[in-house]
């Protein structure tokens, strides 16, 4: 068997899975932030164009994907299904890893997948600029490359914490044409608030968020997400599209699906399709999502409405929080420190689809090592999570004798998180486990 299992470009979806109309009962609607009431198309025509709206809201299992787009997603897509066989012998497991490497795309991870549409649709309804907020750094250089791909003006608030840690991905979305500020920054009224209280503050996305929304306000100018809304989802299911079909090659089906959690959009583009197949009796795989410790919002969050964004100028939505006033302290996987969760998520975690864990950092970056000195592949921060619970199951499955299949999905390298590894490797790296009076108290604020 090859290790790599690739798909011809023939093989490329044309379509993106909508999960909802398969679901026993629909997520509740996000509401309006002044009314409470259910938010209808106009009350988001402000910051997103008709298309994605539209998108957002579908009852249509599936979506055709614009020619346009997919001849952006040919430069990289279809992506590798890579099974692990040196990681496997390193762990004397009976099991079988496989991984949908994400980082061969031209920012080194997912996030294209749904900026180019995102991109594509503002551009085909005649905005001029987009303005979007950035943790990591990875959404933002995605948007400034799709920005780039249709003449669109690209403006980033990135989190202060990540842009002092990953002063790389700060040019390199400075290489594609986009004008960056740190976050929280004296430039909007929010981020001023901010400062005015802490001017130290590392930021965060919520924060960021905040001063990409209040910056979106001329008519030639709409806001971009990078994860949490139901089309950002949708656009990440070529990626579970692909890597359903590239395990049929080799007459495999997954026992395990793990996949990492921030707001939640690598982990449902690579499990909605397998879910499909659940839910039609075809195969019947565990689901398991992987959050850090330092920021738990499955695993010790509520689930209640509250806002997307730290000065509540976003709807209301009902999902998994841990408060929008919580700023997570500075962990290196700048791209899971969001203080709620896709509420399509959060809507089928509390149906019980499927399961959450929680991991130390520490934890992630051994298993970044082990997969990096094994595989070849340097991981992002945030998939070393998912590669921290495939690495435990994997251990189980030595020490019973399962032969279990592990599907997971490496959402981009890091080779612009180096500074991350060196501190971990030089014994720098602290864990950073939440205490229930932090979280109290950001719960306390709820709207």
């Not at 949708?234 to 590239?246: F, K, N, P, R």
Request: aromatic share 8%.
């Amino acid at each position: 068997m090859k290790t790599k299992i690739l798909l011809d470009e023939s093989k490329l979806p044309s379509r993106w899975y909508n999960v909802v109309p398969d679901l026993p009962a629909p997520p509740p609607p996000p509401l309006h932030p002044g009314t409470r009431e259910p938010v209808g198309p106009d009350d988001l025509a402000p910051l997103f164009p008709a298309d994605l709206i539209a998108q957002e809201v579908s009852g249509e299992r599936y979506i055709e994907i614009p020619e346009e787009v997919r001849e952006v997603y040919r430069l990289w897509r279809p992506t590798p299904l890579i099974r692990a066989h040196r990681l496997e012998r390193a762990l004397g497991t009976p099991a079988r890893i496989y991984v949908k490497y994400e980082g061969v795309s031209p920012v080194g991870s997912h996030k294209p997948n749904t900026a180019v549409p995102q991109a594509y649709y503002n551009a085909r309804q005649g905005i001029r600029r987009l303005t979007t907020e950035t943790g990591a750094g990875q959404w933002g250089s995605a948007l400034a490359f799709a920005c780039a791909q249709f003449q669109l003006d690209c403006e980033i608030w990135m989190v202060r914490a990540s842009y002092d840690q990953k002063p790389y991905r700060r040019s390199m979305m400075q290489l594609f044409g986009a004008q960056v500020h740190a976050s929280p920054s004296p430039l909007t009224a929010s981020g001023a608030k901010v400062l005015a209280d802490d001017p130290d503050s590392p930021g965060s996305l919520g924060i960021a968020i905040s001063e990409a929304v209040e910056s979106a306000s001329p008519d030639d100018t709409r806001y971009a997400l990078g994860s949490v809304l139901n089309h950002v989802l949708l656009h990440q299911t070529v990626i579970g599209e692909e890597a359903l079909e590239q395990l049929a090659m080799v007459d495999e089906a997954p026992d395990l699906i793990v996949g990492c959690t921030g707001g939640g959009s690598n982990f449902a583009g690579l499990f909605f399709p397998f879910l499909r197949e659940k839910l039609q009796g075809r195969m019947n795989p565990e689901i398991r999502a992987v959050e850090p410790e330092a920021c738990p919002s499955f695993t010790r969050g509520r689930y209640a409405y509250d806002f997307g964004d730290t000065a509540g100028l976003t709807p209301l939505m009902k999902m998994h929080t841990l408060g929008h006033d919580f700023v997570p302290d500075p962990i290196h996987a700048g791209g899971l420190r969001y203080h709620g969760m896709a509420p399509l998520l959060s809507h089928m975690y509390e149906l019980g689809i499927f399961g959450a864990e929680a991991k130390p950092q520490r934890e992630c970056f051994e298993a970044g090592l082990l997969f990096a000195r094994t595989e070849g592949i340097v991981p992002a921060p945030e998939p070393t999570h998912a590669l921290a619970a495939a690495v435990a199951e994997a251990r189980r499955c030595a020490e019973t004798g399962e032969s279990k299949v592990i599907l997971t999905a490496l959402c981009g390298h890091g080779h612009l998180d180096m500074a991350a590894y060196d501190r971990y490797l030089s014994g720098e790296m602290q864990d950073h486990p939440l205490p229930q009076s932090r979280l109290d108290e950001a719960l306390s604020t709820l709207p």
